[in-house]
C-alpha cells in the first residue's frame, strides 16, 4: 500500500538502452553528436538495428534515477508515472520492486510501450541520446488521485513534467493538500526557458526544495554569481540548491547561503545521471535530519559515485560502500 512509503517520485519511466558505439556510427546517424532527440518506436529500434550491439537495460529518467538511488539507501519509495503492458514495463516497476520500492503507484497504457532512451556512448563517453516517450507522455489529470499521497512525506517531481502543465499542476496541488514537502528539479535550462512564465508562481506556492544545476540556474536568475542565484530561488521556496559539479554547491536557506565544496571522483567516465543521484544523496540527508551541508555531502559523494561509470547504475558493491559512509556519518 501507498501509506508505507515515505517518498513519491512523479516523472517519466523510460528505460536505458546502453550501447557502445563508435565515432563512424554516430557520424552515419542523423543529427548532431551529443545531446537528445525525440524519435518515434521504429525510429528507435532501426538505430538499435544498426548498431548491431546488445544494449545493457536499465531503469532510468530524471526521477526515476533519483528514487531508484533512494530506493537502494533503503528509504522507502514510490513512483508516479505510466508504463505500457510490456516486458519493459515488467521490467521498470519489477526493478523498483526488487529494492523493496512500491509499484502500487504506476500507471499502465493497454495500447502504449513503455518509454525508453537509446544511449549511443562513443569512445569519448560522450552520449548521443534518442529517446521515445512512449507511455510516459499519455499520464494525465485523471491518473492523479489523493489515496497516492496517503502516507507520503516527500514527493519529488522532475521539471519535465511542466510540458504537461495540467497533469504538473494536479500533482503539486494533491501533494500540498496531503501535506506533503516537495521538491522539484528544473532538469534543463530548455525547460526553464520554456516555462519561465509560470515558474516563479509554481515556486512560491508548491515548491519547498528546488534543484537546479548551473545552466538552469543562469536561465532563471541571469549571468550572476552560484550564492546570488541561490539567494534568487529561495526568495520562492525555502530551500535553493545550485549543483556546481566539480565545484560543489551553493545552498541557500532563509536567506542565507552556504557553499559546500564537491567530493571529487577519482576519474570521471560519464556524468549523464550525475545531478540526479546528487539529490537522492541530498534528499537522504534531509529526511535522516542532517544541516545543509551535510545534505550536500550526501549529495556530492554519491554524485562522485556515478560519474565514474557508464550510465546511471551505481554498482551493487559502490551502494555498499556508501552505506556504510552515510550510516556512519
Known sequence: MAAEYRVLGVGSPIVDLLVNVSEEFIASIDG?????????????????????VE?????????????F?????????????MVGYDDDGKFYTGSLEKLGGGISNFRYSDTIHTGCCLSLITPDSERTMRTDLGAAAAI???????????????????????????????????????????SLDLASFEVVGFKRDILP???????????????????????????????????????????????????????TTVRVP??????????????????????FGLLDGRDMTGCATCGSVLGAE??????????????DAVKKIFYRS
Open 306 to 319: 556515478v560519474v565514474q561509470v557508464i550510465g546511471a547504475k551505481i554498482p551493487r558493491e559502490r551502494w
Open 201 to 255: 508562481e509554481v515556486l512560491e506556492k508548491y515548491v519547498d526544495i528546488v534543484f537546479a544545476n548551473e545552466d538552469e540556474a543562469r536561465a532563471f536568475c541571469g549571468d550572476i554569481s552560484p550564492e546570488e542565484q541561490a539567494l534568487n530561488l529561495n526568495k520562492y521556496c525555502p530551500i535553493a540548491a545550485v549543483k556546481l559539479g566539480k565545484e560543489g554547491c551553493c545552498i541557500a536557506q532563509n536567506g
Open 32 to 52: 548532431g553528436k551529443g545531446g537528445m532527440e525525440l524519435v518515434d518506436r521504429e525510429k528507435l529500434a532501426g538505430l538499435l538495428d544498426a548498431s548491431g
Open 140 to 182: 494525465t489529470p485523471v491518473d492523479v488521485s489523493p489515496e497516492i499521497f496517503q502516507g507520503i512525506s516527500h514527493v519529488h517531481v522532475e521539471g519535465y513534467v511542466m510540458f504537461a502543465e495540467d497533469y504538473f499542476r494536479k500533482v503539486l496541488e494533491t501533494a500540498k493538500a496531503a501535506g506533503c514537502v516537495v
Open 69 to 81: 538511488g533512494l530506493a537502494e539507501l533503503n528509504v522507502k519509495t514510490s513512483f508516479l508515472g
Open 262 to 283: 564537491a567530493v571529487l571522483a577519482e576519474k570521471v567516465v560519464d556524468t549523464t545521471g550525475a545531478g540526479d543521484l546528487w539529490q537522492t544523496g541530498f534528499l
Open 55 to 67: 544494449p545493457e537495460k536499465v531503469p532510468g529518467g530524471s526521477a526515476g534515477n533519483t528514487i
